[in-house]
């Protein structure tokens, strides 16, 4: 059974940090463009940060920037995406996806391509 399982989620203060961890099971990510997705009751779901095959390349909103850090582990079968200077805007469920034969992780991330795969999510609540 293929499965993504996220993990890392939590309450932090403003201008904190949490790494979110997303690992596969199942399956292997080699193959897979990744990415992570964000998600506020009532809005639409909005890519966050993809990241390629190789994890040599790598798009973001524009809204994390700077900010966010997305990174892949193959031999780990796990993909991360480091949070830093947290703002309660970030506050959301955050989703990790895959979906294989694909090499635009920008088409992926903008939502012209969909993934094949959803983790369940993690609750990422930033509020002092």
């Known amino acids: 059974q293929l499965q993504l399982v996220e993990s890392g989620g939590g309450l932090v203060q403003p201008g904190g940090t949490l790494r979110l961890s997303c690992a596969a099971s199942?399956?292997?990510?080699?193959?897979?463009?990744i990415g992570w997705f964000r998600q506020v009751p009532g809005k639409e779901r909005e890519g966050v940060s993809c990241i390629s095959k190789s994890g040599f390349a790598a798009n973001y909103a524009d809204a994390v920037k700077g900010r966010f850090t997305i990174s892949r582990d193959n031999a780990k079968n796990t993909v991360y995406l480091q949070m830093n200077s947290l703002k309660p805007e970030d506050t959301a469920v955050y989703y990790c996806a895959a979906r294989p034969l694909i090499t635009s992780t920008q088409a992926m991330c903008e939502g012209r391509i969909a993934p094949d795969y959803w983790g369940q999510g993690t609750q990422v609540t930033v509020s002092s």
């Open positions: 199942g399956f292997t990510l080699t193959n897979y463009v």
